[in-house]
């Protein structure tokens, strides 16, 4: 289970990264204090990012229920792989998330990824050992070693929420392409992890109507 950062680490890191760049300013005013987001590691915790994605919360919260349920309660890599590709559909999954769930265990069984000892490699042996799984895109690899290892220093910067957020901090006319999102995070190292948090308070925050954004020009 990762150890997640305490309030008060977050509370330091966010003044950090002010210090550090102050376009994140507005963002920190505007955005209360967040916990750090904790999930399941492990495969379980890959696979079950995998079965969130591109579903509403409820939806997935429905599904990943009845893969529980139907799997009693093992989401192991083993119990996986022993049943079927047609049964895991039944539990609602589309035929792509079974078979990257497959995918995900087989990897494991095989020894192309040890989950149990994933923390020993450095972010960018961990991102590119997921990512050779197939299912497993750049940013569920980044997610995962943010949320699921409680890693601080990742920035998935091709998530879309994300690169808005920057636009809005930096004045900008156009959204930042991942590339360029990633090299715009570079100076909040070693806190790119509470800088995402924080982005990601922000934009919800907009979105929900709870902060007026008045957009700096550029």
């Known amino acids: 289970m990762p150890i997640p950062m305490t309030a008060d680490e977050i509370a330091a890191a966010r003044g950090t990264l002010i210090e550090l760049d102050p376009a994140l300013a507005r963002?920190?005013?505007?955005?209360?204090?967040?916990?750090?987001?904790v999930r399941t590691g492990g495969f379980e915790g890959l696979f079950h990012m995998i079965v969130d994605q591109q579903v509403s919360v409820a939806s997935a919260a429905a599904i990943w229920a009845r893969v529980a349920t139907g799997l009693e309660g093992a989401v192991t890599p083993a119990r996986v792989l022993a049943t079927d590709i047609a049964v895991l559909r039944g539990f609602g999954l589309s035929i792509q998330k079974a078979t990257y769930g497959h995918?995900?265990?087989r990897a494991q069984v095989e020894g192309?990824?040890?989950?149990?000892?994933?923390?020993r490699l450095s972010d960018e042996e961990a991102i590119a050992r997921l990512v050779a799984i197939k299912g497993v895109g750049k940013w569920t690899a980044e997610t995962f070693?943010?949320?699921?290892e409680g890693r601080r220093d990742v920035f998935p910067g091709g998530d879309i929420?994300?690169?808005e957020a920057i636009r809005w901090a930096d004045g900008a006319t156009l959204r930042p392409t991942e590339k360029q999102a990633w090299?715009?995070?570079?100076?909040w190292s070693p806190h790119r992890s509470v800088a995402a948090h924080l982005l990601w308070g922000w934009y919800g925050a907009v979105k929900r109507g709870e902060v007026v954004l008045e957009e700096q020009p550029a």
Do not use: G, K, N, S
């Open 145 to 148: 070693l943010m949320f699921c």
């Open 112 to 119: 192309r990824i040890d989950f149990d000892h994933l923390e």
């Open 183 to 187: 090299a715009r995070a570079e100076i």
């Open 161 to 163: 929420a994300l690169q």
């Open 103 to 105: 995918e995900i265990a």
């Open 27 to 37: 963002a920190h005013v505007q955005t209360p204090l967040f916990d750090w987001r």
